[in-house]
């Protein structure tokens, strides 16, 4: 088929479109994550002692780590949404908000561990269930980033995917904080950090199949 | 500025103006079509205008009009183009289309000149049988009596070298404009 073909074609299918808006998208994932919070709170407790947790460090950086995570996660993805976008600006994000994550936990660990409980701090029956309730809470979210990268043309799908991937497990982690008793650094740097990397990998792996255009 | 001026028909396609459109995309493919000669071996050329235009097509709501239009229609071929690289490097040898190895204008001469300087940052060993395999079309049994390699390594080499390629030509890609 020539190209005048196809531009005949092309121009005959012609619509009128709306452009595309961040904000737009932004409010979407919002509404999504606003819609399953009010889901979760109706449907089950927080832990039983949040009042006392909110009293420590612990439960905050836990709190603040999973939030820029999914706030650094949101911005590669949108940066990574438009045809000119480049890798190197959505990886910046992430990589930047991983690493403090990281070293933060680090540092507390530095402080507080003490070898006799790290046995128990690293209870894999546990922490295996937490990983499995941040995918849990990170699947609406998950949804919600793919469709609007389908809307949109990510020029890397692979690298979108895996910000997709990790902006929803740290929404995940997000919503689970408040319900997980656990504050140990070296508990949630090791099945925090399993959660937050098995949602990016599954990602990764999965979604960009989806997102070629 | 032409981009200025694609931009406004772009605006008006955007709210349904089909005159403005068949005005933009004709401009546009004779843009497209200058890309992917410098790009791409000349039989596929065709192709690829088209991919880039129904892209174009559907993606036309992906483009805000407050930021420029150039960067957005070269992200879109850069990404087509980058798309049949993998394909091409998916195909098999013998599948490869004969032009790669041939064609005597301007285009081409450039393109062998970008491959040479890309093959050159390959390992030699990877490098050879590309360019024995790929580009002067021999069997792999005849580029392992070439160079010494068993057939297997034959395969495994242009397979790394291959994805070597397109990993060096994804990060010019990135570079260009």
């Known amino acids: 088929m020539s190209n005048e073909r196809i531009i005949d074609q092309l121009v005959s299918d012609l619509a009128p479109v709306r452009p595309r808006k961040a904000w737009r998208d932004a409010l979407w994932l919002g509404v999504v994550g606003l819609v399953e919070l009010v889901l979760v709170v109706a449907t089950s407790a927080p832990r039983a002692d949040l009042a006392v947790a909110m009293t420590g460090p612990m439960f905050w950086w836990k709190l603040a780590s999973c939030a820029g995570i999914a706030a650094a996660g949101a911005a590669a993805l949108f940066a990574l949404l438009t045809p000119e976008a480049r890798v190197d600006a959505g990886r910046r994000w992430m990589l930047g908000a991983a690493g403090v994550a990281a070293l933060i936990g680090v540092v507390l660990i530095g402080i507080s561990a003490l070898p006799a409980a790290v046995q128990m701090t690293l209870d894999w029956r546990e922490g295996l269930a937490c990983v499995g309730m941040v995918e849990l809470y990170a699947l609406p979210m998950l949804l919600a980033t793919l469709l609007i990268a389908r809307r949109a043309a990510p020029s890397s799908p692979r690298a979108a995917a895996f910000a997709a991937g990790l902006a929803s497990a740290g929404w995940g982690a997000l919503l689970f904080v408040w319900w997980c008793p656990h504050d140990d650094p070296l508990y949630i740097v090791v099945w925090y950090g399993l959660a937050l990397s098995v949602g990016a990998g599954v990602a990764w792996t999965v979604l960009p199949r989806f997102l070629r255009w | ?177």
């Open chain 2, 1 to 177: 500025m032409a981009t200025e001026v694609w931009a406004r028909l772009m605006i008006a396609a955007q709210g349904g103006d089909k005159a403005a459109y068949r005005l933009l995309l004709d401009e546009v493919q004779v843009w497209l079509a200058r890309y992917y000669r410098r790009r791409l071996p000349p039989d596929l050329v065709d192709d690829v205008v088209q991919e880039a235009l129904i892209a174009v097509h559907t993606k036309r709501h992906t483009w805000d009009p407050a930021r420029p239009f150039g960067p957005w229609l070269a992200g879109i071929a850069r990404y087509k183009w980058i798309d049949r690289l993998r394909n091409l490097k998916a195909t098999r040898a013998e599948e490869l289309p004969d032009s790669l190895s041939v064609g005597d204008h301007g285009d081409s001469i450039l393109s062998a000149t970008v491959l040479a300087d890309l093959l050159a940052t390959l390992k030699p060993a990877q490098s050879d049988v590309i360019r024995l395999v790929k580009l002067e079309g021999r069997s792999i049994e005849e580029a392992a009596a070439l160079t010494g390699q068993s057939p297997a390594l034959v395969k495994v080499n242009i397979h790394r070298g291959l994805a070597r390629l397109t990993k060096r030509v994804e990060g010019y890609a990135n570079d260009d404009e």
